[in-house]
């Protein structure tokens, strides 16, 4: 029963973060949608490491994290000063 309960707080998460992202008037608030979306993202797998048992979401938790990250650093390089 609680891990419904979390599951459901996660996809209400995602689809918040989805519509600011989608919705948003400017540019940076669609990348801070996306940024969220992406953090709740490493926390849904870091909550199914725990429910299979299996380290290896772990692993992909943490390399999509520093990708998510190298990724908001790139936009937000671009939308400070352009390429």
Known sequence: MIWLVF???IAAGIALS???AGLGPTTP???V???GTVTIT???MVLLASFFDRQ???DVALVYAVLG???VLAVARYLERGV
């Open 7 to 9: 599951f459901s707080f």
């Open 33 to 35: 949608g996306v940024d």
């Open 69 to 71: 990250f190298i990724g």
């Open 56 to 58: 290896i979401y772990l």
């Open 42 to 44: 490493i926390a849904l």
């Open 18 to 20: 989805l519509a600011r």
């Open 29 to 31: 608030d669609r990348v």
